[in-house]
Every structure is written in C-alpha cells, then in structure tokens.
C-alpha cells in the first residue's frame, strides 16, 4: 500500500458509534443525564414522551439510544446472589461482604439499574486482575498449575523474530501461512426470523496488507458469497476499510440452523524495521492534516488529555521519540480490563483517560489520540491475533514516522516487562509479530455492501454483523466460531 500524504482528510469521517453520542437533541441528553443517575427507566420513557419529531435523523438517534439502553441492560445483568456464587467457584468462603469490600474499592465492576445492584456480565474476570487480596484467595484456594514443558511461549515466537531479522535485510520475515475457517450460524427458531425472511450476514475477511499477502479464498457457503475490494491507503482509507465476505439468503426453514461459512487462506509475515531515534525525520511539508485532527466521538482532544499529552512529551521534537514516551505513559498508567460492548461506550479515548482502564481497543484508541494531540499521525488497525494459545479477536494501532513510514504499535501488550532484552522489551512499539488476521484498516467504515440497522458494533468489526429482514440481529441471537491451521505449525 502507499501513501497519499497530501491527500486531504474529508471534512466529516464516520464516527464508528451510534448516532445518539453525536446527537445534539435535547431528549438524547436528557436521557444520557437519567442513565448516568441509574434511572434506565426514565431515560427510557423520555425518549418516547415528547411529541413526534420532523428531523428523521433525530428520529433514529432516538431509536438507538433505546436500543444502547437495552444493551446496557445486558452489559450489567447479573445479580447479587448468581455473582456471589460465581466468585465462589474460584473463592470458596468468599462473602456478601467480601463482594461490597471489592465493589467500593472500584475492583468489581457494577452498576445501580432502577434502585438494584446489578454486576458486570463478565465478572469476575476484572475482579481477579485489580484485586490483590481475590487473587490471593483464588489461588490459595486453586494453586496455579506450572506451564506444560516445552509449551509455546510468546517470548519464544519473538526470539525466533529477531533471529530471522538477523538472517535477512528484510523487514517482513518469519511467514507463517493461516487457513481459517469462519462460520456465523442463525440458531434454529430464533426469534423475528421466519419463513421467507430475508438474511444478509457479513464476515471478517483478510487484507492484503504489507505484512499480509497471498489472501485466498477457498470456500464459502452459501456459495453467492462476494468479498469486499481491498482496502486502499490514503486519507481516508477507501476501497474495503473494514473488509468483508458478505451473503445473502432467503430463508426457507427458519426451525433449522442458518450457517454461512467462510475457508480462507494467507501469508502472515512478522514485520521488525531497525528504528534509531536519530534517523526519524519530520513529517513532510505537504503532509498537511492527514491522521492528526479530532475524529468525534471516540478521538477527541480533551483539555485535560491535552495538558497530560504536553506533560509527557514536554519539549521533545523527535517524532519517534514522542510516540515511545506515549506508548511507555499508557504501559505505566492503563490497566488492561475486559470491556463494555463498544456500542456502549460514547467515548473511547475519553473513556480511557478519565478511567485509566480498557482493553486492546479502548487502550489503542487512546494511544491514537494521544499521538494526534502530539503532532504524531496515527490510526486504527485490528482483526484477530492466532496464537496457539489465548486466539482472539484483537485492536492495536499504527502511527507515522518518516522515513520508515506507517509503524505497528500495541498499546495493549505493553513493555514485555518478563524479559530483560530489551529488543523483546520494546518490541511491540514500532514491530508485530506473524500471528495476526489484518481486517480492518481503519474504524467505523461501511461496510460492503452497507448494512441498514444500528450494527451489534459500530466501531470494530470482527466476528460479523448481521440483518434479517432490515432489523439487526445482536450478538445474543447468532453464534460465530474461528478455527484456523498454520504451516509450518507454531512452536
């Protein structure tokens, strides 16, 4: 891919959220002030109490802030005594108390719904991350087993990165070929689905990127299947953004299962430049705004966020340089954390910041804004990583530094803080390794061809979207499953 660096940036992006968090209306905030006391049921009654209105975008803005209410509702669902018994499982004495001590402390995730305690729908897996004294009782409770001799390691697959890099005055080694196998099913009897029912589904589908090459499709079922064009750089990126296999099925028996099915293959290669602080340059003089300006409401320049970003760069001009001590804040100050829906979410950076808390996309969103608000160009980029071990769906970042060009960057994976190499160390700023699945080149795009409803996520795109007959279907009305083979298998 090149880049189109005076190409200007359009004068509105897709936002990649619902369009209740770009909304102005006066009842949409009402509602999102009534949210945020935890009267779900009044936000939701002023939502529908004022008379019609003639703007249609206001209409659906509407719309969809009660269909983010009700999967609010789902992101915090489980009550006091099913959450007490699913801490017990790992915590065999823990309490009722024990719960309040974690919950005040900020350590379990919950929130007031109508005057009841509802908790997270994912705990206690963010319990066991920030709790120091549950992790304590957990493993008491259940000893930690040592890993299995001669298991892989990610440390292992970055050692064997910086071998071949030695080997090679390549920057894209260690090629590891992928066969994936992606299959989205629309259980039998689900409801709203009926005879005659007209299904459109879209699943991810690999790039062709600079580290990716050789995509191919083997398979798809139905057989109707037509994939997205390949997404092209520029400012924006155009062509398939977010790429897609897309189908399209009428159908006839809605008592049996709906299975689309994609067989794909493609090379996935590390990709490790030699980066030295002195050789960065400033950006071009034609490079004008491309990848540095505001994109709301996920990439905003907060007062707040930009007093911290001027207290970290201070009068630092290298633009490598800035990236890293951005890179180095969020590894110091973020705690990872299992995530809200991203629908949920009205902010990413901002949400980031104000919680020192996220996972991969929420963290990589703030790295993004973060460089922007440096004079740094960054952007998206996400799809699954396959390592042997821990497969699943993934968001990390690339930001711009002359002369190498667009450089990876995780925010989420941090410092490799296990190792005392510092190549293995700091790999994951400006490096990636070969176990990924390249999906999407940027955020919040159309999809192909686009979908009509609220998409389940209207930012990321990664286990697929789904409509029947105009109407979304969320991710508790479809199963995804990703499997995949390498060559040479990973070690």
Request: hydrophobic residues 30%; proline residues 8%.
């Given at each position: 891919m090149t880049t189109t660096l005076a190409q200007a940036a359009p004068t509105t992006q897709?936002?990649?959220?619902?369009?209740?968090?770009?909304?102005?209306?006066?009842?949409?905030?009402?509602?999102?002030?009534?949210?945020?006391?935890?009267?779900?049921?009044?936000?939701?009654?002023?939502?529908?109490?004022?008379?019609?209105?003639?703007?249609?975008?206001?209409?659906?803005?509407?719309?969809?802030?009660?269909?983010i209410i009700k999967r609010l509702r789902r992101e915090f669902s489980v009550d006091e005594k099913e959450m007490l018994?699913?801490?017990?499982?790992?915590?065999?004495?823990?309490?009722?108390?024990?719960?309040?001590?974690?919950?005040?402390?900020?350590?379990?995730?919950?929130?007031?719904?109508?005057?009841?305690l509802f908790y997270y729908r994912r705990e206690p897996v963010n319990l066991f991350r920030f709790s120091e004294d549950a992790k304590k009782r957990r493993d008491a409770a259940h000893p930690p087993k040592p890993a299995p001799e001669g298991q892989w390691t990610l440390e292992k697959h970055l050692q064997q990165i910086l071998a071949a890099r030695m080997d090679s005055m390549e920057k894209e080694i260690l090629p590891i070929h992928h066969k994936i196998t992606f299959t989205l099913t629309i259980p039998a009897n689900t409801p709203g689905v009926k005879a005659g029912s007209n299904a459109r589904v879209w699943l991810p589908y690999p790039?062709?990127?600079?580290?990716?090459?050789?995509?191919?499709?083997?398979?798809?079922?139905?057989?109707?299947?037509?994939?997205?064009?390949?997404?092209?750089?520029?400012?924006?990126?155009?062509?398939?953004?977010?790429?897609t296999i897309y189908f399209e099925k009428k159908i006839d028996d809605p008592t049996k299962d709906q299975v689309f099915r994609?067989?794909?293959?493609?090379?996935?290669?590390?990709?490790?430049?030699?980066?030295?602080?002195?050789?960065?340059?400033?950006?071009p003089d034609n490079w004008g705004n491309a990848y540095l300006e505001e994109r709301p409401p996920h990439i905003l320049f907060t007062?707040?966020?930009?007093?911290?970003?001027?207290?970290?760069?201070?009068?630092?001009m290298n633009p490598l340089v800035k990236a890293r001590l951005i890179y180095n804040w969020i590894d110091a100050n973020m705690k990872y954390c299992a995530e809200q829906e991203y629908s949920c979410i009205p902010s990413f950076?901002?949400?980031?910041?104000?919680?020192?808390?996220?996972?991969?996309?929420?963290?990589?969103?703030l790295f993004i804004t973060m460089c922007r608000i440096a004079g740094v160009p960054a952007r998206w980029q996400s799809g699954w990583e396959t390592k042997p071990i821990g497969t699943s769906q993934h968001d990390w970042t690339e930001f711009y530094v002359a002369p190498w060009g667009w450089l990876p960057a995780d925010p989420s994976y941090g410092l490799q803080k296990q190792s005392?190499?510092?190549?293995?160390?700091?790999?994951?700023?400006?490096?990636q390794d070969s176990l990924r699945m390249i999906v999407n080149l940027?955020?919040?795009?159309?999809?192909?061809?686009?979908?009509?409803?609220?998409?389940?996520?209207?930012?990321?795109?990664?286990?697929?979207?789904?409509?029947?007959?105009?109407?979304?279907?969320?991710?508790?009305?479809?199963?995804?499953?990703?499997?995949?083979?390498?060559?040479?298998?990973?070690?």
């Open positions: 897709p936002t990649g959220a619902s369009l209740a968090f770009t909304s102005d209306d006066p009842v949409i905030n009402k509602s999102m002030d009534l949210l945020s006391e935890g009267k779900f049921k009044d936000a939701d009654a002023a939502l529908t109490a004022p008379g019609p209105t003639t703007d249609p975008s206001t209409v659906e803005a509407r719309q969809q802030m009660q269909e018994a699913r801490v017990r499982r790992s915590i065999p004495d823990a309490t009722v108390e024990d719960l309040a001590k974690w919950r005040n402390a900020g350590e379990l995730g919950c929130d007031e719904i109508d005057g009841q790039q062709e990127y600079r580290q990716q090459k050789n995509v191919k499709l083997i398979k798809a079922s139905p057989e109707n299947a037509q994939i997205a064009p390949n997404g092209v750089d520029g400012n924006p990126v155009t062509g398939g953004a977010q790429r994609a067989e794909y293959e493609y090379d996935s290669y590390a990709y490790y430049p030699i980066l030295v602080d002195e050789k960065a340059e400033p950006l007062p707040e966020l930009k007093a911290q970003v001027a207290s970290i760069v201070g009068v630092e950076s901002t949400k980031a910041f104000q919680t020192k808390k996220g996972d991969c996309g929420i963290q990589s969103m005392n190499d510092p190549r293995i160390r700091e790999f994951y700023f400006g490096h940027d955020y919040g795009r159309d999809l192909i061809p686009p979908k009509k409803s609220l998409r389940s996520e209207p930012a990321d795109f990664q286990v697929g979207e789904v409509e029947v007959d105009g109407k979304n279907l969320y991710y508790d009305d479809f199963d995804y499953d990703f499997q995949f083979e390498q060559t040479p298998p990973v070690k």
